[in-house]
């Protein structure tokens, strides 16, 4: 592709995700480029940081627009995107040339528009706070009421790229053995901090479709998750249930700290999800799995109190701990998302709790940094269960070195530890 082919496809894309706004970007990245099978792996990549930076940049890149009087559109958000990027407005029209494949002409009141925009950056001091972390202007008391003083930095890392994250399969590999078959696969991965079955690869690297991949030697897990998997303290010949499992990345994880013994049943409201944890299982050689569609009306749960070990609930949640992942996330999400969802992560770990045994533990986990749905959801919890107490991060850390978190609960960000940001809350039930 040329580069002004590179450029119209790019705006295509940010369209595409625009005409989906319920739809994750990635999503919607990966249908566009099945659609397009002629555009290359390269290709492939620079239409997508193009796209990803417009996305990652969407408030501050309309502002900018709209200060100008510009019309805030995919076309003008891209060509934006390169002048604030330091292009000169002939290189931005001579891209914008009308050629084949390549983006129509830019009009007189786009280049005098353009034009206004040459020589400044993305920021600006007189841009709102919101506009500038890139969020709701909603969220932004919650944000300052999680990071106080702290916000500008942690929202700053949540604004970068995140690398990708792989976890060895110990019941096929060792960790350097994983390493090496990687390398002669031409990608170098390097073990991540706190997660020891951990290796992490920069850069967007075409992991799924090499052979240590299809062997079930590695599973794409971001660092946080791998070690929210290990917080539930699971052991071989536990009984253990993974309550929301989706397509069942924490239930591998699971089965592997188990050694593929003892019985896990992953648990969700969807068939498609779990469904889709089939396949995962079989490549991961994984075989104590069960898998419970939960229903309306379900007595499931009700036949089966008291009789695990431990219980995680990954709960559904508003998804602020992968921005960094899915910035387009930031602004499909409204306030009536997080008042819907903080009752049904209630409800969820009412139902949940009676699951565990006597002397076990319910661990609650989401990717949030809100402390409506994390630290707030856990109180509640408590004050209407007397019969669980929290395990102190300390006690619950079962990995090597110390808990990376001094307070009684995981609470990991980008800027802090490297990882999505992830909560965890280990409760344990009175004998």
Not at 15 to 32: C, G, L
Request: proline residues 7%; glycine residues 8%.
């Amino acid at each position: 592709m040329t580069p002004s082919a590179r450029l119209s496809a790019a705006i295509e894309l940010v369209a595409a995700v625009d005409a989906a706004p319920r739809k994750p970007a990635d999503a919607v990245a990966n249908d566009f480029f099945r659609d397009r099978r002629y555009i290359g792996s390269g290709d492939r990549r620079a239409v997508s940081e193009r796209a990803w930076a417009v996305l990652r940049g969407r408030r501050r890149l309309a502002w900018w627009l709209e200060r100008v009087g510009a019309r805030v559109n995919p076309r003008l958000l891209v060509a934006a995107s390169l002048i604030l990027d330091g292009w000169t407005l002939s290189g931005v029209a001579q891209s914008f040339s009308g050629g084949r494949f390549g983006p129509t002409p830019l009009n007189p009141d786009e280049q005098a528009q353009l034009a206004e925009l040459e020589g400044h950056t993305l920021e600006h001091p007189k841009m709102p706070q919101a506009v500038k972390l890139e969020v709701p202007d909603w969220i932004l008391p919650l944000l300052r009421a999680r990071f106080g003083h702290e916000l500008n930095a942690e929202m700053a890392a949540m604004a970068l790229p995140a690398p990708l994250d792989l976890r060895v399969n110990l019941l096929k590999a060792t960790l350097p053995e994983v390493q090496a078959a990687l390398a002669g696969e031409g990608i170098e991965a390097v073990p991540t901090a706190l997660s020891p079955w951990g290796l992490r690869v920069e850069g967007r690297r075409p992991v799924s479709t090499g052979k240590a991949f299809r062997d079930g030697l590695v599973e794409i897990q971001d660092e946080g998750s791998q070690i929210l998997a290990a917080l539930v303290g699971a052991a071989p010949d536990m009984r253990v249930v993974d309550f929301c499992a989706g397509a069942g990345g924490k239930t591998l994880a699971l089965a592997m700290v188990m050694a593929n013994r003892g019985h896990i049943v992953a648990c969700d409201v969807s068939a498609p999800r779990l469904d889709a944890a089939v396949k995962r299982l079989r490549r991961a050689g994984i075989h104590n799995v069960e898998r419970h569609l939960v229903a309306p009306g379900d007595k499931w749960a009700k036949r089966r109190a008291g009789g695990f070990d431990r219980v995680l609930v990954d709960a559904p949640c508003t998804g602020t701990g992968t921005w960094r992942r899915n910035p387009d996330a930031r602004l499909r999400l409204v306030e009536q998302d997080l008042r819907e969802l903080v009752p049904k992560q209630a409800g969820i770990l009412e139902q949940a709790s009676r699951l565990v045994r006597k002397g076990g533990r319910l661990v609650y986990a989401t990717c949030s940094v809100l402390q409506e749905e994390n630290e707030a959801q856990v109180q509640a919890f408590l004050s209407a269960h007397p019969e669980f107490s929290i395990v102190p991060l300390a006690d619950a850390w079962a990995l090597p070195g110390q808990a990376p978190c001094s307070g009684p609960f995981l609470a990991l960000t980008p800027r802090r530890h490297g990882t999505d940001a992830f909560f965890g809350a280990v409760l344990e039930r009175a004998t």
